[in-house]
């Protein structure tokens, strides 16, 4: 094969714009890309390298020929369509949660799960953003420790929720700040009855929030990260908030490891050499991950990394990674080259 017809399912959405940024940057040998998007969006012309392609509808007969189709158009889109592109001969790679907890779908991170691939058959999930990057971050510490418990508290960008969101935050920041009232129609969920500022404001709201008290975005990281890590028995609990920031989630975590003998400096050196992740803790000179210095980076950036003086084998870390990337699009990027690489980009016969 000289290389892979590919398709984008939400080019005009902010994932989808950088999808085709890893597209460009990638290692995939790419033969040709096809932009898709709603019926509304098409006609639209963006860029790919030196070449400008038109948007086209998404539709079951636009995935004919297609060899990978990297979804992020909602789980509506998903549902509808993944399937299709599928029965086309297209391996799917859905960034929406439509099908993250189907046990035939294996929900991937490379530097954590990826011999799952093997168990595709035409489709794979891309995990949520605030779970991608927590997951990256602890893995190097499992592989050598054990995992008990994690409960994390996540401080989460709006792009998350979309652009109309990113504009929500610059419009109400504007606003507030020259004395004008705004009212807010987007966060901290478009669909739900209440609609609160987020500029000057954290909400403690992402998704909507379930009989026991949870929002759907903890369930999500409670659920998909034992997941991922084939773990039922792993304790995790989350509270995940929205911040008044553009771009890159950042997250406190505490955790409990199984086996003694680990300190923060052992963990340090796990994580100094962990893929890719970027170790970034040295507090005598004030150096910790921030969000303006991880966003529009693949990495996940560590620091804060010190023991729990108050529980054996508990420690805590601070990681923030750009939600846009390794939260979502270059995830979805990286999971393909990892199925080139396998040789996985088919969809096996049953």
Same mark, same amino acid.
């Given at each position: 094969?000289?290389?892979?017809?590919?398709?984008?399912? *939400?080019?005009?959405?902010?994932?989808?714009?950088?999808?085709?940024?890893?597209?460009? %940057?990638?290692?995939?040998?790419?033969?040709?890309?096809?932009?898709?998007?709603?019926?509304?969006?098409?006609?639209?012309?963006?860029?790919?390298? +030196?070449?400008?392609?038109?948007?086209? %509808?998404?539709?079951?007969?636009?995935?004919?020929?297609? +060899?990978?189709?990297?979804?992020?158009?909602?789980?509506?889109?998903?549902?509808?369509?993944?399937?299709?592109?599928?029965?086309?001969?297209?391996?799917?790679?859905?960034?929406?949660?439509?099908?993250?907890? +189907?046990?035939?779908?294996?929900?991937? &991170?490379?530097?954590?799960?990826?011999?799952?691939?093997?168990? /595709?058959?035409?489709?794979?999930?891309?995990?949520?953003?605030?779970?991608?990057?927590?997951? &990256?971050?602890?893995?190097?510490?499992?592989?050598?420790?054990?995992?008990?418990?994690?409960?994390?508290?996540?401080?989460?960008?709006?792009?998350?929720?979309?652009?109309?969101?990113?504009?929500?935050?610059?419009?109400?920041?504007?606003?507030?700040?020259? *004395?004008?009232?705004?009212?807010?129609?987007?966060?901290?969920?478009?669909?739900?009855?209440? /609609?609160?500022?987020?500029?000057?404001?954290?909400?403690?709201?992402?998704?909507?929030?379930?009989?026991?008290?949870?929002?759907?975005?903890?369930?999500?990281?409670? /659920?998909?990260?034992?997941?991922?890590?084939?773990?039922?028995?792993?304790?995790?609990?989350?509270?995940?908030?929205?911040?008044?920031?553009?771009?890159?989630?950042?997250?406190?975590?505490?955790?409990?490891? %199984?086996?003694?003998?680990?300190?923060?400096?052992?963990?340090?050196?796990?994580?100094?050499?962990?893929?890719?992740?970027?170790?970034?803790?040295?507090?005598? /000179?004030?150096?910790?991950?921030?969000?303006?210095?991880?966003?529009?980076?693949?990495?996940?950036?560590?620091?804060?990394?010190?023991?729990?003086?108050?529980?054996?084998?508990?420690?805590?870390?601070?990681?923030?990674?750009?939600?846009?990337?390794?939260?979502?699009?270059?995830?979805?990027?990286?999971?393909? %080259?990892?199925?080139?690489?396998?040789?996985?980009?088919?969809?096996?016969?049953?």
């Amino acid at each position: 094969m000289t290389g892979y017809n590919i398709a984008i399912v *939400g080019a005009t959405g902010a994932v989808g714009g950088r999808m085709i940024k890893m597209l460009e %940057e990638t290692s995939l040998p790419i033969k040709s890309v096809k932009l898709l998007a709603s019926s509304r969006s098409a006609g639209k012309v963006l860029r790919f390298k +030196d070449k400008d392609l038109q948007v086209q %509808e998404a539709k079951p007969s636009a995935f004919e020929g297609i +060899d990978l189709a990297l979804f992020s158009a909602g789980g509506g889109v998903s549902k509808q369509l993944a399937p299709e592109a599928v029965k086309r001969g297209a391996v799917v790679i859905d960034n929406t949660s439509a099908f993250r907890m +189907d046990p035939a779908v294996p929900l991937v &991170v490379p530097e954590v799960n990826p011999a799952d691939l093997y168990q /595709h058959h035409g489709l794979i999930a891309n995990p949520n953003c605030s779970t991608i990057q927590m997951v &990256v971050a602890l893995e190097p510490l499992r592989k050598k420790f054990g995992l008990k418990k994690v409960i994390v508290t996540t401080m989460q960008a709006v792009s998350g929720a979309g652009n109309r969101a990113i504009q929500e935050l610059n419009d109400e920041t504007a606003a507030i700040l020259a *004395g004008k009232d705004y009212t807010p129609q987007v966060l901290p969920v478009s669909g739900d009855q209440k /609609h609160y500022q987020i500029a000057f404001n954290p909400l403690a709201q992402i998704d909507v929030f379930e009989e026991n008290g949870y929002t759907h975005e903890e369930w999500k990281m409670i /659920h998909e990260t034992k997941k991922i890590m084939a773990n039922e028995d792993l304790q995790v609990t989350a509270t995940c908030v929205r911040v008044p920031v553009a771009v890159a989630h950042s997250e406190s975590v505490w955790f409990e490891l %199984e086996k003694d003998g680990a300190t923060a400096a052992k963990l340090q050196e796990l994580l100094a050499q962990a893929p890719g992740v970027v170790l970034e803790d040295d507090p005598a /000179h004030q150096v910790f991950p921030q969000a303006v210095n991880a966003a529009g980076k693949k990495e996940t950036f560590v620091g804060r990394v010190r023991a729990d003086e108050e529980q054996k084998n508990a420690f805590h870390l601070y990681c923030v990674s750009d939600n846009l990337l390794k939260g979502a699009a270059w995830n979805s990027v990286q999971i393909a %080259e990892y199925l080139d690489q396998m040789d996985l980009v088919r969809v096996p016969q049953k």
